[in-house]
């Protein structure tokens, strides 16, 4: 099994509400897209691992996904550490991604900060040819980082329009996260509220690219641009 893009994230439901859109509409265009989820929720106010990996499931088939793994990582307690960098650059190079998402550095809850510096060194060392790891050598091209739940301007916005409404479905797979409930209703919002603030976030960023719902993400590197006029001239003018 080889990956044109992996996606890591530190929770399942994670992927879906940030970059879940963009993984539909890579497969809807032909290419492979897979998940990393590195802990089971366990720690989680609502469910139980078990339930959260069979909604992680469903989830993975209404994105598309070609793979789906669930590392096992202590929930509240991802570190970044040497053992855990080996175990995600093992997945990278088994896998050899052209593109890796990654969770935007900072952020409330520390697992999806820890997520973002782990998966970004372990890319890093999957490329080195003398680490002792088995497999090939392999570094993906680029590391994308979701932006969705923090407010720092993107580098770029997918245009999700026509994969919003299974992005949504995606997310309220987890109905033991979102589905109305009395455990953790002071915490969580009515799933109405949910499906607002979804639409609410998609909209907002779909309208800086002019279309009607987008999912945004920062490159931390200078991009290469070939073709300018390919590449660069897309979407609505700037003026």
Known sequence: MTLDALAIAAHRDDVEQT??????KMAEQGYRAGVLDLTAGEMGTRGTPE?????????ARILRLHWRE??????????????NRLLIAARIRQLRPQIVFLPYWQGRHPDHCATGALGYEACFLAGLKKLPLEGQP???????YSTLYYDVRPSFVVDITDQFERRLQALLAYRSQYADQAEGNELFGSEAEVRQRVETLARYYGMMVGARYGEPFLLRETMLVAD????????RPSV
């Open 51 to 59: 339930q959260r990996a069979r909604e992680a499931e469903e989830a």
């Open 70 to 83: 669930n590392l096992g990582l202590p929930d509240a307690r991802v570190e970044n550490t040497w053992e």
């Open 138 to 144: 392999h570094r993906p091209h680029k590391i994308l």
């Open 19 to 24: 970059c879940g859109g963009t993984l539909l």
């Open 228 to 235: 300018p006029i390919a590449e660069v001239c897309r979407g």
